[in-house]
């Protein structure tokens, strides 16, 4: 990480951050080989998809039966967040097999540059999708709210603008 940060004139005047965040995207994405053991299996990922879908559902159940304001926001919170871990789980399924395809057909060192740009291509799309949810539930959003999603769409488009840099780079 030192290395990248030198790379780019730190520390100094001259510190150029945005090429910093670029390459440190493509750094996170960096893919070698790895052998197919280390990968987790698809079983075990469907196996915790399954868990988290009946855990949403748990708590889906436990808004409708809220009786104060102040558990329904608890249980509001909490379904957020089980939806988020399943669409984590279902990107992990995606890129699990992408990952095993690329272990199949792309063992060989000539193969690098195509993994890294498939990977970056992956980020990038996936900061795309997550700017494009942010952006939906600001329409959906209660006033109160809105403030606070704004300021996560301004991040989530800073961060899609650095991964498609980092895209366009590889």
């Not at 890129?95 to 095993?100: A, G, K, P, T, V």
């Not at 799309?125 to 959906?140: A, I, Y």
């Amino acid at each position: 990480m030192g290395a990248l940060y030198r790379k780019h004139g730190w520390p100094g005047e001259n510190f150029d951050g945005e090429a910093f965040l670029v390459d440190h995207v493509r750094h996170k994405t960096d893919v070698k080989y790895v052998p197919g053991e280390m990968w987790p299996s698809q079983k075990q990922l469907t196996e915790k998809r399954e868990q988290d879908k009946a855990a949403a559902l748990q708590t889906a159940q436990k808004f409708a039966g809220a009786e104060t304001v102040d558990q329904e926001w608890v249980a509001r919170w909490e379904i957020w967040n089980a939806e988020q871990t399943t669409c984590e789980m279902e990107n992990a399924i995606r890129r699990n097999e992408e990952l095993m395809a690329w272990g199949k057909t792309l063992q060989k060192t000539e193969g690098l540059p195509l993994r890294e740009f498939e990977a970056v291509r992956s980020a990038f799309e996936w900061e795309q999708r997550n700017l494009e949810q942010l952006k939906q539930d600001l329409e959906v959003a209660e006033a109160v709210s809105q403030p606070e999603i704004q300021k996560r769409i301004r991040y989530a488009e800073q961060r899609t603008t650095i991964h498609q840099k980092a895209h366009m780079a590889s």
